[in-house]
């Protein structure tokens, strides 16, 4: 599996951003999908996650209400829609990938990540 992901790029707080990500090679909707951050000096943290197989979201605590997972399976595409940016919500964005439909929020047991793409929010 491979991740491609996209859409990173810097606003001012309060703008919106959307990111997104395409597993190529998925084979079954018995997998997950998720988004991870790493700001600089921090350990990478657990953003949002989605099932393929039923599409249930999990959401960190620090941006529910804020962020929007979704995916669409024709495009075999997650998307994170990111409303009312935080200069704190500034970090390297990375899209990782699991096989099984749980979604994990350590960043352990996500075996695919894709390149990182970074998020700036401005004061």
């Known amino acids: 599996v491979q991740l491609q992901a996209s859409g990173g790029g810097e606003v001012q707080a309060g703008g919106s951003l959307r990111l997104s990500c395409i597993p190529s090679?998925?084979?079954?909707?018995?997998?997950?999908t998720a988004w991870f951050r790493q700001a600089p000096g921090k350990e990478r943290e657990f953003v949002v996650g989605?099932?393929?197989?039923?599409?249930?979201?999990y959401y960190a605590d620090s941006v529910k209400g804020r962020f929007t997972i979704s995916k669409n399976s024709a495009k075999n595409t997650v998307y994170l829609q990111m409303n009312s940016l935080k200069p704190e919500d500034t970090a390297v964005y990375y899209c990782?990938?699991?096989?099984?439909?749980?979604?994990?929020?350590?960043?352990?047991?996500?075996?695919?990540w894709g390149q990182g793409t970074l998020v700036t929010v401005s004061s």
């Open positions: 990782g990938f699991r096989w099984g439909s749980t979604v994990h929020t350590s960043a352990q047991w996500y075996n695919y």
């Open positions: 090679g998925r084979t079954t909707n018995d997998a997950a």
């Open positions: 989605i099932r393929w197989s039923g599409g249930n979201t």
